[in-house]
């Protein structure tokens, strides 16, 4: 089930030379609504997703930009890879976690309209990476969806 396994503490992405920590995103109460904090200079986990290696599906999500704010640019390159993958590129994310490295590969991607964006869980174990698009108007989310290849014990 979900949460049995350590979270995942970094994620790499070699094909576009992403390195960056990953940190579980508190949802903060808008009175209203709610919404998931936006992390600053990391990539973020939503809560109660799949941690890495689990079954289901592990939502992480980081700025393309943040001219504004600020909050650094971590996924500034995930547009790339659609791309990347039309020229028949095999593109691979590692998650790090405290048990070990969980290698998936990355198998499409999609556009969706902010609020058309469900974070529905699959019968995984599945990865999907969200940043906002276009540039300096965010109305879509581009989604990268992965699955599980393997796994390399670190103890």
């Known amino acids: 089930g979900v949460g049995k396994l350590p979270a995942a503490t970094r994620i790499s992405i070699p094909a576009i030379e992403l390195e ?10 808008m ?26 599906n592990i939502w992480l999500f980081g700025h393309l930009q943040s001219p504004v704010l600020g909050e650094g640019a971590i996924f500034r390159d995930l547009p790339q ?19 070990g490295h969980y290698l998936y590969e990355i198998y499409g991607s999609n556009v969706v309209h902010k609020d058309s964006l469900q974070l529905k869980d699959k019968d995984g174990p599945f990865l999907t990476l ?5 540039p300096l108007v965010y109305s879509h989310r581009l989604l990268i969806m992965g699955k599980l290849l393997g796994f390399k014990s670190i103890t």
């Open 81 to 99: 890879i659609p791309k990347l993958l039309r020229a028949g590129q095999q593109v691979y994310v590692v998650l790090e976690s405290p048990v």
């Open 130 to 134: 969200v940043t906002c698009v276009p």
């Open 20 to 29: 960056a920590s990953l940190q579980e995103l508190r949802v903060l109460d």
């Open 31 to 56: 009175g209203d609504y709610r919404q998931y904090e936006t992390p600053k200079n990391v990539v973020g986990h939503i809560p109660k997703s799949a941690n890495a290696g689990e079954a289901g």
